[in-house]
């Protein structure tokens, strides 16, 4: 039981990152364009109204893509319950895995949004 405990811990702490951040994106974005902490990207860093779109969208993405993965990982992990350890391991692993997936796939989303509504300098399109 202790060893399932703790790959339930490991496998919440992407979906945590995730909906921890989003929820930051969303509601205290860094402020200014710095390459510290955000959401970095050629795109993004374009101009001040480039960096709140992109933390703005990004931040949306992740907490709400945050939200299914915890739910959908708790559930997993409770098929486990009771299962030996090489069991819960692997599949733990693989679950781990399977999270960095999402947890990366909003750069493709982000910067497809950012190039429709930004040009390459970083000024707002006319819609």
């Known amino acids: 039981m202790g060893f399932w405990i703790f790959m339930l811990i490991m496998n919440l702490l992407i979906p945590g990152v995730m909906l ?3 929820w930051v994106f969303l509601h205290k974005p860094p402020k200014t364009i710095n390459y510290g902490y955000g959401y970095r990207t050629a ?31 708790v559930v997993i992990m409770l098929f486990l319950l009771g299962k030996d ?12 895995m399977l999270q960095l997936v999402p ?25």
Request: charged share 20%.
């Open 43 to 73: 795109m993004s860093t374009k101009s001040q109204e480039t960096w709140d779109f992109a933390h703005q969208y990004a931040g949306r993405l992740w907490f709400q893509w945050g939200k299914w993965l915890l739910l959908s990982s």
């Open 20 to 22: 921890g951040f989003g």
């Open 103 to 127: 947890m990366l796939a909003v750069i493709g989303p982000t910067e497809s949004a950012l190039k429709k509504h930004f040009d390459a300098n970083g000024r707002r399109k006319m819609q």
């Open 85 to 96: 350890k090489d069991t819960i391991g692997n599949v733990g692993a693989v679950l781990c």
